[in-house]
């Protein structure tokens, strides 16, 4: 089975700084996605980045980057200049390339400090 | 446009009755994604339907848990007999799963969830 790892319940950034969110993950399959959610208050899960895994260019969205170390299994969140309005709960996940299922971890909550 | 929505956006019954949550999902999308998140925890995956291929049921808890999408649109979970346990956020999410020029989309778009407290 898959498990997605989140080790940082709760993180911390002063805004402008920049702030890396862990994820590790187990599998055995060769070919799968990988995908950071963002959550605010409101509920509503917000994509911020994906990334496949045959790829090895890490993937970049403006302000949001990630460090995916296949071997190692790591796939973590790089928030660059931090603003007010990333504070929310983020998730990492997996889905295998075949399968339906998308397993998620269980979330870091960023606060942002002015 | 109008993205995933879900409805009731708060429900409370009590122990024993059957309860019924609506998705409609983006217009067009082909997959839809039932998820169950606990206080404090990850999001569990529930249900997932594909356009008119069977379901995979794979992740419901019980058979007291059942879901529908009628005419590749509107989904309905339905829970029956809660319990205090089913107390959690309920999300939806849908998602264009598909191959768009050779390049695999299933980007999963969410609704805001309906919280459910079993008394």
């Known amino acids: 089975a898959q498990t997605v790892t989140q080790s940082q319940p709760e993180m911390s950034v002063q805004e402008a700084e920049t702030v890396t969110l862990s994820c590790t993950y187990d599998t055995s399959e060769s070919d799968y996605y990988l995908f950071w959610y963002k959550q605010p208050p409101s509920r509503q899960m917000i994509l911020v980045i994906r990334?496949?895994?045959?790829?090895?260019q890490n993937a970049t969205e403006n302000r949001f980057s990630v460090n995916f170390q296949k071997a190692a299994k790591s796939f973590s969140l790089k928030i660059s200049d931090s603003q007010l309005g990333d504070a929310a709960m983020y998730f990492c996940?997996?889905?295998?390339?075949?399968?339906?299922?998308?397993?998620f971890g269980t979330g870091t909550s960023l606060t942002v400090i002015p | 446009g109008a993205g995933v929505s879900q409805s009731p956006s708060n429900k409370v019954t009590e122990k024993g009755k059957d309860v019924e949550l609506r998705c409609d999902p983006i217009s067009g999308h082909t997959a839809l994604y039932w998820y169950r998140q606990s206080l404090g925890q990850g999001l569990e995956f529930l249900i997932y339907?594909?356009?008119?291929?069977?379901?995979?049921k794979s992740g419901l808890p019980s058979d007291r848990f059942s879901a529908e999408r009628t005419g590749g649109s509107v989904s309905t979970l339905t829970i029956q007999r809660t319990q205090q346990e089913d107390s959690a956020v309920y999300l939806c999410a849908s998602s264009p799963r598909g191959l768009s020029a050779g390049v695999l989309t299933d980007t999963q778009y969410f609704g805001p969830g309906t919280r459910l407290t079993v008394l």
């Open positions: 996940a997996y889905r295998h390339s075949e399968g339906n299922q998308f397993y």
């Open positions: 339907f594909q356009g008119n291929s069977a379901p995979d």
């Open positions: 990334q496949e895994a045959y790829k090895q």
